[in-house]
């Protein structure tokens, strides 16, 4: 490895020694970028890197509130406002049991590379808490929202710091975080908030967004590569509003979607998903995956194993990161897997993501396939700015060209440094060229 870049990854690993995923994140990127660094030895004398890999702000916070039986809790709060290089700090926000500070720089720091891809003006940012909405009643859960964005207020806006919902933040959570804040700063700030209900200045598509756009990244990968969806069957992690909408997606496409999970086991119909069947089980009666049996008896529910056991020929991680490790990517390319593509932030591990790439499998990097909904929400502030709103079919549209150019981005990137069609790379070059660009020109701040 170029001595700058090893350099700077040991001190990385020595300061963050207690921070394995933002540790992981960051060896990714490094270990890819090598030849663009070959290329521009003023980036030691100004630490380019090292700037880039610090968080430009971290904030924790305390976040008390009182449960339905009485009783108060505490929970922590974080947002990391990781780089405002190319806009506003830009990401989501994560409510579950396993945040903390490694998660939520980790994610802050892939937010950077995938809000640069969508060449939209937005920066990186992530936060979140370890509050899990999970078995929570709605009053509990808006008690948890409004003691949250009581603190989150003072660090956001948006010109400044935009949030959006991940995991465990849906729309009923960004309901309660945007009445909040709207109650507290006494103004109507439509563009705060991302991922908001129709009704209050929300966008058409933007649910459908991340996992649509993992299709069409899919798609336009298959096709440069002489290949399609069409028949293909498709394994999906998940069941949340990625894998519900990559799925949607995918059928349309002519794919043959066999297997869904939640956390607690995955469904496998060989006749292939009933998506609505899904919808009502996830999205209106937020009940487990088994239910699926009720309707479909003759599929098969499996707890306590892999769904990358399941014999496909596209695999797309969907639920969260590092759920798809070495041993799952030995299986699937055993079964014939010929495309992954990573609807999650960071799904696979780094060796697994090394293993498809040595056995030639196409990989479609998260910070560039799932980079659709962070797009959209996008959209939204634009049409918050406007007081207007966009159809279903323009957003789409637009999401379908910028998922178009963003793999033409990273495909361009690989080709130049020939790197064939290895899009992890190529993603990864095509951002730090236009962040590395913006930090030589904002001068040393």
């Given at each position: 490895m170029n001595s700058y870049l090893e350099k700077v990854l040991n001190e990385i690993r020595e300061k963050n020694i207690n921070e394995p995923e933002f540790i992981q994140a960051v060896e990714e990127v490094l270990t890819t970028i090598e030849p663009v660094v070959n290329k521009h030895n003023e980036y030691e004398k100004i630490a380019l890197i090292e700037r880039m890999t610090e968080p430009e702000r971290l904030i924790t916070f305390r976040v008390p509130y009182v449960k339905d039986d009485g009783q108060t809790v505490v929970h922590r709060g974080y947002r990391v406002q990781f780089s405002s290089l190319i806009g506003p700090y830009k990401g989501g926000l994560r409510f579950h049991p396993s945040v903390n500070q490694s998660i939520m720089k980790f994610l802050g720091f892939e937010q950077i590379f995938k809000n640069a891809l969508t060449g939209l003006p937005i920066g990186g940012?992530?936060?979140g808490s370890d509050f899990d909405p999970k078995g929570k009643s709605d009053n509990e859960i808006m008690r948890f929202c409004q003691s949250f964005m009581t603190e989150l207020q003072r660090h956001i806006g948006q010109d400044i710091d935009v949030p959006a919902g991940d995991i465990g933040v849906g729309e009923r959570e960004i309901g309660y975080l945007f009445g909040q804040y709207k109650r507290i700063k006494d103004t109507y700030e439509g563009g705060v908030l991302t991922g908001k209900g129709l009704s209050y200045g929300g966008s058409l598509a933007r649910k459908e967004a991340t996992g649509y756009g993992?299709?069409?990244?899919?798609?336009?990968?298959?096709?440069a590569n002489n290949n399609s969806l069409e028949g293909k069957t498709v394994v999906i992690s998940g069941a949340g509003n990625v894998a519900i909408y990559a799925c949607q997606k995918a059928q349309q496409y002519g794919a043959k979607v066999i297997a869904m999970c939640d956390s607690?086991?995955?469904?496998?119909?060989?006749?292939?998903?009933?998506?609505?069947?899904?919808?009502?089980?996830?999205?209106?009666?937020r009940e487990r995956i088994y239910k699926y049996k009720d309707k479909h008896p003759e599929a098969e529910y499996v707890e306590n194993s892999s769904i990358w056991n399941i014999k496909c020929d596209i695999a797309l991680p969907c639920a969260t990161q590092n759920e798809l490790n070495l041993n799952d990517a030995q299986i699937l390319v055993s079964n014939g897997v010929i495309a992954v593509g990573e609807g999650a932030n960071m799904p696979c591990t780094k060796d697994a993501t090394e293993y498809f790439l040595a056995n030639g499998i196409l990989v479609a990097p998260a910070k560039a396939a799932n980079a659709g909904g962070v797009a959209t929400s996008a959209i939204e502030m634009s049409q918050n700015s406007m007081r207007y709103y966009m159809t279903f079919d323009e957003v789409n549209q637009k999401l379908d060209n910028i998922m178009v150019n963003i793999f033409n981005s990273c495909k361009n990137a690989a080709e130049e440094y020939n790197l064939g069609n290895n899009y992890v790379a190529g993603a990864n070059i095509a951002a730090f060229r236009k962040l590395a660009k913006a930090m030589k020109a904002q001068g040393i701040v």
């Open positions: 940012g992530k936060g993992l299709i069409y990244f899919m798609r336009e990968m298959l096709n607690k086991g995955y469904i496998y119909d060989k006749n292939g998903i009933d998506l609505d069947c899904i919808k009502q089980i996830k999205e209106i009666d």
